[in-house]
């Protein structure tokens, strides 16, 4: 049953501050004097949240949350977030997808470290990869739903994970951890200051050999920050990262036969049959002018550059058993090799006063963005070669895209308890693509106007109500490089629209205790699909998210905390004909309908402390598709792959012990999925003949112990 949701429709919305890309915070002056603030000043997850959020449901996570846990990768963090999930490939240095509101990470999310966007348009549409970031460099994470900040436009209509790093401070940090599969994690962080010259270096290095066979990964990063004041007016910030990657992946096996442990082989006898590598080089500078004590300028200038290759092949040993066809008919390994450069550079203008007696806000700015020639290429490498190339790329593209933009907001605050926000961007796209075997080249142009509008009323100082309105956009079939989507010049395709409405509060009605509710209603206007049957990339109708978020955080007694937030969605075509197939009504695949979150830890001063944390997603699809054609006709048998089937629901428990000696040291104890069950992460290709489908699994039951040691915090 359809779940019913009412949203109110606002003319006004959403406010100020220079945009998040080219923001510096000013965090505590040391690791040890971070304090959170009381529940009245803090939103439910219990960080800071900026004024320019107060009127949407985003989350915000500090440092203490992200590096006192243990994640598998970096990503997830996110799923502290209500209703946010993880898509786990299994491939190691792979990036998995993150998805909220029904959107995933390939084309409707963006990710930014200190303004870098972390997308790779090299590979699949735009990946986003976390492990490039360090957690224990982590200040903040913002987490966004939906198309609600004006400062965000192309890849932002799902949401935006906002990553700000620590630049300000004087400490020293060591965390270091050991665990099941011989994992071993290093990070490290060390901040001076003085009144001139703030310096922050930050490093990671991780390896683990994977509780799957032929799963190693390693991969080293490295980070340095310096922010200089030149007056009281002038302040100036360079930042730089590198980033190695290297890993082999076990591949997807039979679900059949249930080789969680086993590993797809290339023949060869060298027993690396998937895997892959990359380097990514990073470079910001930023920079702010005060003008007036209530106006001031921003610029900033960033550039990446990414290299990655990616060995990947099919279960051949699977198929022969199951269907016993000769080797020769099994697919061929594939190498992707794709190279990404970006620059990117703004500037913004931000004032703030009072206006008629009443403070108000402004901020206008322009930004632009490109991808210069992005080469992708492939090649073919036959059975019992291992990652030998033969001959030329069977397939070799290059593309390139340009993105400048204009933004603004106004604030104002009509009445004391009454905060009105506007907003509004303007995106050009332009792009360009070749197809080097060929000669063919085709161009695209696209334009996009965003209005943004939000409300907050305060009658009490316990008790904010808050909605808005969000338009955003999608780059149509995905931007991926390729003869289909955005560079298909013959569909004549159309970006896709993204219109988000949000209605929910947020109470403390005790120092103690939080409540925080949220409704919305997303839907989505050219939508595109992949037909199943021809493979072309059509524009066939609307799509329709629709849920509600619920969240609750107590400190009942000293020490003691309580977090647990809940999650209901529905996510469908709405009106959707793809082909001669009506997916009208039919389910979005990989969206669970419910997701449900409970923490309960304790943090003494010093001494014995811990959590506990309990996690489940519920009834997701994998496919959800009609059996027959608009004209009455069934499916063909070999078109079965794509008839419904569903994914088994998926539960985890961790539990940390941790002692704390003081400021300075603290060791952690963690057992990860104690219940020890290894859930399917991601599968595809159901076979109408066999019922046998490819899939890689979770990871199963995990002990890590981990020391921090913090030298220069204060006894």
Partial sequence: MRLKLICLSLLIFFGPNFPIWAQESQPPESFAEAKPASLETIDIRGVLRRDELKSTSATVLNNEMVTERVFYQTLDMINMSPGVSIIQYGEAGMSPQFQMRGFFSRNDMAMYMDGIPLHDNGHAAGFTDSTVVIPIEIESVEIIKGPASVYYGARSSGGTIAVQSIKHGN????????????????????????????????????????????????????????????????????????????????????????????????????????????????????????????????????????????????????????????????????????????????????????????????????????????????????????????????????????????????????????????????DWLQGKHKDNNTGRQTSAKYKFFSPKAGLIYSPIDSLDIFTNFGRGFSMPGGFNGGNNGFFNDAANLKLQKRDQMELGFRYTPLDWLGFEATAYRLKTYDDTLTDPITGNTVQAGTTLRQGLELSLQAVPYKDWRVTANYAYSEAEYDKFINGRMDMSDHRLPFVPRQITNLEVAYAPQTGLGGRINFRWEADMLYQDSPLVYTDGTRIPLASADYLPFRAPDKGSLDIQFSYKFNEKYKILFDAKNIVGKSYEGYAYGKQWDTGDYSVNYTNPRAFYVTFIMNWDAKE
């Fill in 171 to 426: 400490f020293t940090r060591l965390d270091l951890r050991y665990g099941s599969w011989n994992d071993i994690d290093a990070q490290g962080i060390i901040a001076r200051e003085n009144e001139k010259l703030a310096q922050v270096y930050a490093f990671e290095i991780f390896h683990s050999d994977g509780y799957r066979d032929n799963s190693d990964w390693d991969r080293k990063v490295v980070s340095g920050r310096w922010t200089y004041n030149f007056s009281d007016r002038f302040q100036a910030s360079l930042n730089v990262r590198a980033y190695n990657s290297e890993w082999d992946s076990a591949g997807y096996v039979s679900a059949k036969l249930n080789t969680k442990r086993g590993w797809v082989n290339d023949g060869s006898g060298a027993g690396n049959g998937n895997g892959g590598k990359r380097d990514r080089y990073d470079a910001r500078l930023w920079a702010n002018y005060l003008i007036t004590d209530q106006s001031q300028l921003t610029y900033y200038l960033y550039g990446t550059t990414m290299e990655f290759t990616r060995y990947q092949r099919g279960d051949p040993l699977v198929r022969f058993i199951l269907t016993n066809p000769p080797l020769s008919a099994y697919p061929q390994m594939t190498e992707q090799y794709n190279k990404h450069q970006q620059w990117g550079t703004g500037l913004t203008y931000s004032w703030k006063d009072e206006l008629g007696g009443q403070e108000a806000s402004f901020t206008s700015g322009i930004t632009y963005a490109k991808d210069m020639d992005v080469p992708r290429r492939t090649w073919n490498i036959p059975w019992g070669l291992g990652r030998a190339r033969q001959g030329g790329p069977a397939t070799d593209t290059t593309f390139s895209l340009e993105n400048p933009a204009v933004l603004a907001e106004f604030s104002y605050q009509i009445l004391n308890p009454l905060n009105v926000r506007i907003g509004a961007r303007y």
